[in-house]
């Protein structure tokens, strides 16, 4: 394909994509609440002639000519969103296009990594003699690690032997991810008035493990995920008057963990060095990483793009093959007020996709 004739496509691809972007964003997806933007997203799909399917709110679909005897490539992205903070000083579900950013929820975390990669997907979608399969996949409840998104998407899918996972990197390549451990922890006291020397206060023997939490440092550092990072991020007791000792107080910890510990020996040394009790929410969200011989990742550095680890964690952690989290937009900007992602953004985003995976699926790229 000619560059003339490159551009073109690109740019028809871009435009589709920001159309529909602008929809998904004047459409609330809160997660668990993904009902309309996953039809908005189905009928986009149908529209171009591809045949899709639905399990709860995830949309997915093949290439046309998918071949079982062919390995898999899948591209994943969500299309739930966080609830807009009070921050917002412009609405939130109203696409506005201003210097050259499209503003909205949504917009960068992760709406345009997920146009772009189902741009992607169409430009791939009716070609015959690709090296690898394709699937699409939109995804639900990715903003709160949920169980009915990816994760119960998996096992209704052909075999997947790697994926993109979209997110925003600046089209980076997060290569390694640390994992997410949430634990409850509860210290327990007496109760008593006070007023007098009674009871034993809860609040001090948290303190005591709280220190520890903000103080101790795994010896463990990762040349990719640096350490391990515990932050006390919730505290509250039970009380409703101030006049009473309390005799529990709960707190939670966040706990993001580099690929050189199991969430077994990070629970283990917790349990030596705490007094209150605790348990985990979930040991799902484990770390991971893709070898930097992988051809996704191969091909990534020949166009030049930098490799580095993530602290944030993404539905990559809940894939059981290798996957890149890799998309347009900037993760400083995930959650903020005003989000938005640059338009340029979303057009590159969808070349260098298309780049990439040129040097995968096609035997002789021209």
Not at 237 to 254: E, L
Request: with cysteine; charged share 20%.
């Amino acid at each position: 394909m000619h560059t003339n004739q490159k551009e073109t496509t690109v740019t028809n691809l871009s435009n589709d994509a920001i159309n529909l972007l602008k929809k998904l964003i004047a459409t609330p997806s809160f997660s668990k609440e993904e009902e309309e933007t996953a039809e908005i997203i189905q009928t986009f799909l149908d529209s171009k002639g591809v045949s899709t399917h639905q399990y709860l709110n995830n949309v997915w679909a093949k290439n046309k000519y998918f071949n079982p005897e062919k390995p898999t490539i899948l591209l994943n992205s969500h299309h739930d969103t966080v609830k807009p903070n009070k921050a917002y000083t412009l609405p939130p579900f109203e696409p506005i296009v201003k210097d050259g950013k499209l503003y909205g929820l949504g917009s960068n975390d992760a709406g345009g990594c997920l146009v772009s990669l189902i741009a992607t997907f169409l430009h791939f979608y009716e070609q015959p003699n690709l090296a690898y399969n394709l699937i699409i996949a939109a995804t639900a409840e990715e903003e709160i690690s949920g169980s009915n998104g990816v994760e119960i998407l998996l096992p209704r899918l052909p075999k997947i032997d790697c994926a993109i996972v979209g997110e925003p990197t600046l089209m980076d390549m997060a290569i390694a991810e640390k994992g997410l451990l949430v634990i409850d922890c509860t210290a327990q006291g007496k109760p008593g008035h006070a007023a007098r020397e009674e009871g034993d206060n809860a609040i001090l023997k948290a303190m005591k493990d709280i220190a520890w939490f903000s103080q101790y440092q795994f010896p463990k550092v990762s040349n990719l995920l640096g350490p391990v990072k515990m932050s006390v991020t919730v505290i509250h007791t039970d009380n409703k008057q101030h006049n009473v000792v309390p005799a529990q107080c709960h707190f939670v910890v966040d706990i993001r963990v580099n690929e050189l510990y199991t969430f077994e020996e990070i629970l283990s040394t917790i349990q030596q060095n705490i007094q209150s009790q605790f348990q985990p929410r979930s040991c799902r969200l484990r770390s991971t990483g893709i070898a930097t011989n992988h051809p996704l990742i191969q091909a990534g550095t020949s166009l030049g793009r930098k490799s580095y680890g993530s602290p944030t964690t993404s539905d990559k952690a809940l894939m059981p093959f290798p996957a890149l989290k890799m998309g347009p937009g900037d993760s400083a900007r995930s959650h903020s007020a005003d989000e938005f992602v640059y338009i340029d953004e979303i057009t590159n985003g969808i070349a260098l996709y298309i780049e990439l995976l040129n040097k995968i699926l096609l035997p002789n790229p021209s």
